[in-house]
Structure formats: structure tokens, C-alpha cells
T-cell receptor, first 113, second 112 residues
């Protein structure tokens, strides 16, 4: 296992379309996080899973965003009816029992036209 | 409110010199963790160092050390003996509850 992987690495879509991103964490990590990062800003927390349970979701997150981690392994992040403001880098990170082990994936860059 | 503040948008340092990147935080929770990450131009986020709120000693990891001043709510990163490869964005972050909060980052440029 070489680390956290994300797919796709780049996604271009038209406004109004739905998109889904996948994150595969480090296999022994039970904690998984999704973030959004726009140019010149730090990552913005979106949601957190411990195993398959979604324990935290940012209040800033629109209802158009949903995330799942059905078997406590990989996770998906879906954005419905995309808007131009959704254009950003979407980062996934995973960690084990100690939060200081958090490792980030390479991200999925979304461009909404 | 939970908040991380990095007041230095950009910093320059001479190669082989030490540099301090500032970070202050705001939380009312007694239990929290403080992190520093490096983000090179390639985009990946690289974990550098961690400090727990109950840790008595400042964290160190190789050339990185975290100057933790709890009463002042500051968690500055010190990089010793700067190298050209240290040029990158540096983000301070806080974990409290189950949420991470990141600062806006400091862009560090190491001058040969």
C-alpha cells in the first residue's frame, strides 16, 4: 500500500451535472476526511468518517454534497447539480488511531464550466 | 469559534538559515491537536509535525520544531538550516472534536 489514492485526478464538467469522486485510504486507517481547497486558501474541512460512520459534516456543506463510506474502506464524494463555485481541489486524507498520522491523497481537481 | 491565523502571507529565508512561521489559534476546548503541513507546488500535502494540547514538551521532527506557547495560543513552526527544497506553502492546522481547521498558509521561499 503506497498511500492514499484518489480518482479521478482531474474532472471537467458542465454546470448542472453530477460528479462523483473516489478515495481509497491507507488500508489500516479507520479515519477518513474530505476537504476542499481553492487557490490561495488552506483546505476547508467537509466531512469525517470513522469506519463506515459519518461522524462530522461541515455546516458550510451544501445539501448538494454527499459522502459515503459503505464498508469502512473506500469513500465517495458526490456533488449534485454542480455550480461554477464548486471548482476546487478536493482532498481526501486518512489516519489511524492517532490523528497525527493523517496522510493526504493527491486530490481531484474539479473544473465546472 | 474555532480559528487558525497565519499572519505571514510570504516569507523569505537565506539557505542554511533558520526561519519561524507564525501560527495562532483560538479554541475553548481543552483538548486539541496542532499540526503543520507543507504543500509544494506539486500540490500534495505533507505532514510535518504534531503537538497535542497536553504535551509538556515542544515537538521536534528533524529540522522542524514546534514552539508551543499555550498561554499565548501560539504554535509557531521553526525550520532550522533551511534548504532550497523547503520552498513551499506551509499550513498550520488545529484538530478539535472531529474537525480540522486550517490557516490560510505562508509561502516560504528559500534563497540560495
Amino acid at each position: 500500500d503506497t498511500g492514499v489514492s484518489q480518482d479521478p485526478r482531474h474532472k471537467i464538467t458542465k454546470r448542472g451535472q453530477n460528479v462523483t469522486f473516489r478515495c481509497d485510504p491507507i488500508s489500516e486507517h479507520n479515519r477518513l476526511y474530505w476537504y476542499r481547497q481553492t487557490l490561495g486558501q488552506g483546505p476547508e474541512f467537509l466531512t469525517y468518517f470513522q469506519n463506515e460512520a459519518q461522524l462530522e459534516k461541515s455546516r458550510l456543506l451544501s445539501d448538494r454534497f454527499s459522502a459515503e463510506r459503505p464498508k469502512g474502506s473506500f469513500s465517495t464524494l458526490e456533488i449534485q447539480r454542480t455550480e461554477q463555485g464548486d471548482s476546487a481541489m478536493y482532498l481526501c486524507a486518512s489516519s489511524g488511531l492517532a490523528h497525527n498520522e493523517q496522510f493526504f491523497g493527491p486530490g481531484t481537481r474539479l473544473t465546472v464550466l | 469559534a474555532q480559528k487558525i491565523t497565519q499572519t505571514q502571507p510570504g516569507m523569505f529565508v537565506q539557505e542554511k538559515e533558520a526561519v519561524t512561521l507564525d501560527c495562532t489559534y483560538d479554541t475553548s476546548d481543552p483538548s486539541y491537536g496542532l499540526f503543520w503541513y507543507k504543500q509544494p507546488s506539486s500540490g500534495e500535502m505533507i505532514f510535518l509535525i504534531y503537538q497535542g494540547s497536553y504535551d509538556q514538551q515542544n515537538a521536534t521532527e528533524g529540522r522542524y520544531s514546534l514552539n508551543f506557547q499555550k498561554a499565548r495560543k501560539s504554535a509557531n513552526l521553526v525550520i532550522s538550516a533551511s534548504q532550497l527544497g523547503d520552498s513551499a506553502m506551509y499550513f498550520c492546522a488545529m484538530l478539535t472534536g472531529n474537525q480540522f481547521y486550517f490557516g490560510t498558509g505562508t509561502s516560504l521561499t528559500v534563497i540560495p
